[in-house]
């Protein structure tokens, strides 16, 4: 119980200010979104998931401002799933990836954004179309509606994007409005925050630690 | 060679592996190499770092155990006809040497196909429910038919209140674990013994079990007992496939033992040191490796790191480039420590280009930012020491030469410290270059081990000669030892020649091994 009390703490002690979370069914590209934005580059050779996640902080130029992302790069198999929420408890980010040559991807960034709605209110999601580049070359491949998911994201609040990790198309663009985003909403949130742990309320802080860790 | 008998377990080794203490004392002053537990050449100083307590024996001792009140099942006979479904009407001349080399996981791979039945060793894991979990090739859904034969093997022995556990025909062994919730087949062309095949099974059983906790594995099997457990292990075949790999080509998972990166002994001290300085409270193992390699691994006192779950480490570590990518933090179940439950180990390379990867194992699920400040300690205390310099000198030439211990017959050699349960080899020599002869002086070495350690009739030597190189294998109760020479030298010089490499890994065993492992 005590360490569990604690936990909320550790979890966001790092010097980053915004905690990203990118989530999605595996396979569709997470990591190579990741790579393409911090390490610039694009990895051909045979696929490798995820194992558990992978975290990168990265610092990003907002205006006269260097905000420090802490992106997490959760494992897209439902292994892990269980443990998906210690990743995304205390994002301020999450995004939601899709393969645009794959419907049932959708459905899986569906689940997500329902988890996210009801586990994390303050997340700002953005949806995330990869491998944009493959319909590009024929657009016969593409399985899901631009427009439908732009409807989808106005309905829920979410910013929406296409991006390609082969061509780096639109990633940049991503990681800056993400970075963009919370800089806007930096100070109310941080007001917010520092009351937020009390450990001399003991009700609260169990209740805090049994929404977000089950 | 059907109806091989197998009498359970024969206790021939002295169960007893602690270090002698008023031995240790003897060895520091004599340079003749103790043949007694805790005194040969490599034994830890302090306490032991791994738990040993029957290494080899400990994998296999488990699975006789529940065999042992029954009667083995030879139905060589009666089997012969569902045998057929698994390895083909007839059987295949010595295909041995020319299906190694398509050791890639071909998927595709027709199922029904003559090459597909000609692999020399095929691994499956099936549901108690007789449904496919994994195969070494071809596709699991392709064989459902045969793992439900399989299952019908298991059940119709069991209906009789037996246990099904090998089938000899045809120059064929099959090999049955049962391991509820969970059944595991080996079929296998090679000459390797049942016990053999069977520690070979129980290492998949491990690392399916390392991805999901027994626990977990029994919940789901209790709820649905037809579930298709490829759903929770989609993404993680390569693992498996890979640890197939190295029981074919990594003498440590033969040895139960694990093989240190050569190091002066002083800057592995201060590597130690600054591990053992960046210590958290929820951290139970920090573990440093180069590649395939140890260089140090530090506990937390009172806990002990099996040979087998650091070997599931290697192999996590090593099949994956995803560590590569930023700091790693997965859940993973250490199953010679606790079958029930996850740890979560912080997985990172020291440098992006570098061969050292760290490995910090917690406790707590939430601890990673904890396990990253441990590591940027640990780093930044390594970089400001000469001994980081040392240690990034040793890793480019991670191995040497066996030239160095002057035999000139000499080409090869693995020698198991069982008291660390550490061993150390040099480089393969020229004539074993190929991938091809490098797997076939394994093989060499793995008939060695398995003769040494016959369940019923064990050796404690063996010399056996050939046109392409003579061998000699030695077990004692502190080490076990196998050589390979020109096929040109005699017995009488092969046994010289152990005398003579025994004093010189005396020498060296500072550099080649961890004599003094730490606790926080």
Redesign the interface.
């Known amino acids: 119980m005590t360490s569990r009390l604690s936990l909320p703490v550790t979890m966001s002690a790092m010097r980053v200010d915004a905690k990203v979370v990118m989530l999605g069914k595996e396979s569709v590209g997470k990591t190579s979104l990741v790579e393409r934005y911090v390490h610039h580059r694009f990895l051909v050779g045979p696929y490798q998931n995820t194992i558990g996640a992978a975290f990168v902080a990265k610092p990003i130029q907002v205006g006269e401002k260097v905000i420090t992302l802490g992106i997490w790069d959760t494992a897209g198999s439902e292994r892990y799933e269980a443990m998906s929420r210690i990743y995304y408890r205390g994002a301020r980010a999450a995004i939601v990836c899709y393969d645009l040559t794959d419907s049932s991807s959708f459905q899986r960034a569906r689940f997500w954004v329902k988890e996210l709605q009801n586990c994390e209110e303050h997340c700002k999601i953005y949806l995330c179309g990869t491998k944009s580049d493959l319909i590009g070359g024929d657009r016969s491949l593409r399985q899901i509606d631009y427009h439908d998911t732009q409807d989808f994201a106005d309905e829920i609040g979410a910013l929406h994007f296409e991006t390609s990790s082969k061509t780096g198309n639109n990633v940049d663009e991503l990681f800056q409005r993400v970075a963009e985003d919370y800089n806007s909403t930096a100070l109310q949130y941080m007001t917010a925050e520092e009351t937020g742990v009390d450990l001399g309320q003991k009700k609260d802080s169990y209740f805090y630690s049994c929404c977000h860790n089950n | 060679m059907d109806g091989e008998a197998h009498k359970g377990t024969v206790s021939w080794e002295d169960g007893t592996l602690a270090p002698v203490d008023h031995l240790r004392s003897e060895r520091a002053d004599s340079p003749t190499p103790g043949l007694v537990e805790g005194t040969e050449p490599g034994a830890g100083q302090k306490s032991a770092m791994f738990v040993h307590a029957q290494s080899f024996e400990d994998l296999t001792a488990e699975a006789e155990d529940e065999v042992r009140r029954e009667a083995e099942l030879d139905k060589s006979g009666e089997c012969a006809e569902g045998l057929k479904v698994l390895v083909g009407e007839k059987t295949i001349e010595e295909q041995h040497n020319n299906d190694i080399t398509s050791e890639s996981r071909t998927k595709e791979e027709d199922v029904t196909g003559e090459a597909w039945r000609s692999h020399r060793k095929h691994v499956f894991v099936l549901s108690e429910a007789g449904k496919p979990i994994y195969t070494r090739y071809g596709t699991e859904e392709a064989l459902s038919s045969t793992t439900g034969v399989m299952m019908a093997l298991v059940s119709f022995v069991e209906a009789e209140k037996n246990i099904i556990r090998s089938i000899h025909a045809d120059g064929c062994k099959v090999v049955f674990l049962s391991k509820s919730p969970l059944v595991l087949v080996g079929v296998s062309r090679t000459c390797q013994s049942d016990k053999e095949l069977l520690r070979e099974l129980q290492y998949i059983y491990y690392q399916i079990v390392s991805?999901?906790t027994l626990t977990q594995l029994n919940h789901i099997f209790q709820h649905k007992q037809n579930y298709d457990l490829r759903?929770?292990?989609?993404?993680?075949e390569?693992l498996t496939d890979n640890l197939l790999h190295r029981l074919d080509r990594d003498p440590g998972l033969l040895l139960s033992a694990v093989t240190c990166l050569p190091l002066a002994s002083s800057a592995r001290d201060m590597v130690s040191s600054g591990l053992q300085a960046a210590k958290s409270k929820n951290l139970v193992f920090s573990i440093l490796l180069a590649g395939d390699r140890l260089v140090t691994l530090v506990r937390k006192k009172d806990q002990f790191l099996h040979h087998i779950d650091l070997h599931l480490v290697f192999n996590?570590v090593g099949s994956?480039?995803?560590?590569r990518?930023?700091?790693?933090?997965?859940?993973i179940c250490l199953p010679k420590f606790n079958t029930a439950g996850f740890f979560h180990?912080h997985i990172s390379y020291l440098e992006p280009a570098s061969e050292l990867c760290l490995i910090l194992v917690s406790t707590?699920?939430?601890?990673?930012?904890?396990m990253?400040d441990c590591k940027r300690r640990f780093l930044e205390r390594l970089s400001k020491r000469s001994a980081y310099q040392a240690l990034k000198e040793a890793l480019k030439c991670p191995s040497y030469s066996v030239a160095q211990v002057g035999i000139p017959e000499l080409r090869h050699f693995l020698y198991k410290s069982k008291s660390s349960g550490l061993y150390t080899s040099p480089e393969f020599p020229e004539v074993y270059q190929s991938d091809k002869e490098q797997e076939r002086l394994m093989g060499l070495y793995q008939d060695l081990h398995s003769s040494l350690h016959h369940p019923s009739r064990p050796l404690r030597s063996f010399y056996r000669c050939s046109e392409t190189e003579n061998l000699l294998a030695w077990v004692t109760s502190g080490f076990e030892l196998y050589l390979c020479f020109s096929p040109l030298g005699t017995k009488a010089l092969a046994v010289s020649a152990v005398n003579k490499l025994l004093k010189w890994i005396r020498k060296e065993e500072d550099r080649l091994f961890i004599l003094s492992p730490l606790t926080y």
């Open positions: 991805l999901l759903r929770l292990l989609a993404g993680s390569y996590l994956s480039s995803s560590f990518e930023g700091e790693g933090w997965t859940p180990a707590d699920r939430e601890d990673f930012f904890n990253s």
